[in-house]
């Protein structure tokens, strides 16, 4: 509790006000409130007045500042007109509700995300259109998504919105943060942070924090979802809970995706292999005729010669069966592909 006099000099400073502000009352007493409350459009204390509560920018005795609720009481005492000020620290208050925005904003954008799952059948445009919506729905400083290179261990980038002057080639992510690890990945400030080379680009172009989250599909790493932010200590734990969500469900597209284009490439080949059929049997008609042939003039041809030829055309009809049967062995693959078991080897019978 505080009281002020009609000119805004503080008058009775209390013990809560020292927890709150950090001054002691010999410290403050007979001071403007503007020492507490500096903004320009509370410094006329008789147009504060005119409100009986006001949401203000406050400051300590240490310089930081933090939201504040004040309450004014006209106090009389006499021929004196103080004024009962209650100041109550708004800070969580505040916080929550930024809080609660922010998360609102990343739960709009997975939901526009989630609708782009649905109606795009492209893997190339969804990543794409998926870094879009982050930064233009969430506000992110840039988004970006990269395929894991298992050889070279590194990450491609494949899609980004945002920061368009940063060099998209040069983009990095840490190998052993969100992909050897397998989980996210935070750096919540950049800035003041021992960095490797790879982020030197990302403080460079006015990044504070990031976040790194593993796209990931029954337990298979695809890639790494990457989203910059220009604030500090930006995603929280529940931020990240949702991205992970995300992650996963854009996780789900990729596999869903690349599972048509490999039922389609399978069935591209099934039509393939029964036209090479009709094209095999009617190779094997030939040596089979030509067999007949020698049979037929076997008086005249001879039994050495017959069975000669004979010899030779069985041959031919051995590598044409041959060529049959690891056309069926390729289309048995292809048909166990199609009806969802991927993981059949190339050599199976």
């Known amino acids: 509790m505080?009281?002020?006099?009609?000119?805004?000099?503080?008058?009775?400073?209390?013990?809560?006000?020292?927890?709150?502000?950090?001054?002691?009352?010999?410290?403050?007493?007979?001071?403007?409130?503007?020492?507490?409350?500096?903004?320009?459009?509370?410094?006329?204390?008789?147009?504060?007045?005119?409100?009986?509560?006001?949401?203000?920018?406050?400051?300590?005795?240490?310089?930081?500042?933090?939201?504040?609720?004040?309450?004014?009481?006209?106090?009389?005492?006499?021929?004196?007109?103080?004024?009962?000020?209650?100041?109550?620290?708004?800070?969580?208050?505040?916080?929550?509700?930024?809080?609660?925005?922010?998360?609102?904003?990343?739960?709009?954008?997975?939901?526009?995300?989630?609708?782009?799952?649905?109606?795009?059948?492209?893997r190339e445009r969804l990543l794409r259109r998926t870094c879009e919506v982050l930064v233009r729905r969430r506000g992110y400083k840039m988004a970006w998504i990269g395929f894991v290179e298992m050889e070279s261990k590194t990450v491609r980038p494949v899609a980004k919105a945002g920061c368009e002057k940063c060099c998209f080639e040069s983009i990095k992510v840490t190998w052993e943060n969100a992909v050897k690890m397998g989980r996210p990945y935070v750096m919540r400030d950049i800035q003041h942070t021992p960095i490797d080379s790879s982020h030197e680009d990302d403080v460079g172009c006015g990044y504070v924090s990031l976040a790194s989250v593993p796209i990931a599909y029954e337990g298979k790493i695809y890639g790494v979802l990457n989203v910059y932010s220009d604030q500090r200590d930006a995603f929280d734990d529940e931020e990240i809970n949702l991205l992970k969500g995300l992650a996963d469900d854009i996780g789900y597209a990729i596999r869903n995706i690349d599972i048509k284009k490999e039922k389609k490439a399978a069935m591209d080949k099934l039509a393939e292999n029964l036209e090479h059929f009709d094209f095999l049997a009617d190779k094997l008609r030939n040596p089979l005729a030509i067999i007949q042939g020698y049979l037929e003039l076997k008086g005249e041809l001879g039994e050495e010669k017959v069975y000669n030829e004979i010899s030779r055309q069985v041959v031919r009809i051995r590598r044409i069966l041959d060529e049959l049967r690891e056309k069926e062995k390729e289309t048995y693959r292809l048909k166990l592909l199609y009806n969802g078991n991927r993981e059949v080897k190339q050599g199976e019978n």
Not at 57 to 67: E, L, P, Q
Not at 71 to 93: K, M, Q, S, W
């Open 2 to 122: 505080i009281a002020v006099d009609g000119g805004g000099r503080i008058v009775h400073w209390s013990e809560p006000a020292e927890y709150v502000f950090g001054y002691v009352g010999e410290d403050i007493l007979g001071e403007h409130w503007n020492v507490i409350f500096p903004d320009d459009h509370v410094n006329d204390f008789a147009g504060l007045l005119s409100y009986s509560v006001r949401n203000v920018k406050a400051r300590r005795k240490d310089g930081s500042y933090f939201f504040a609720e004040v309450y004014i009481f006209p106090l009389e005492i006499g021929d004196e007109h103080n004024f009962f000020v209650v100041v109550r620290d708004a800070t969580e208050c505040n916080r929550s509700k930024e809080e609660i925005k922010r998360l609102n904003l990343i739960i709009e954008a997975i939901r526009d995300i989630n609708r782009l799952i649905v109606t795009e059948k492209d």
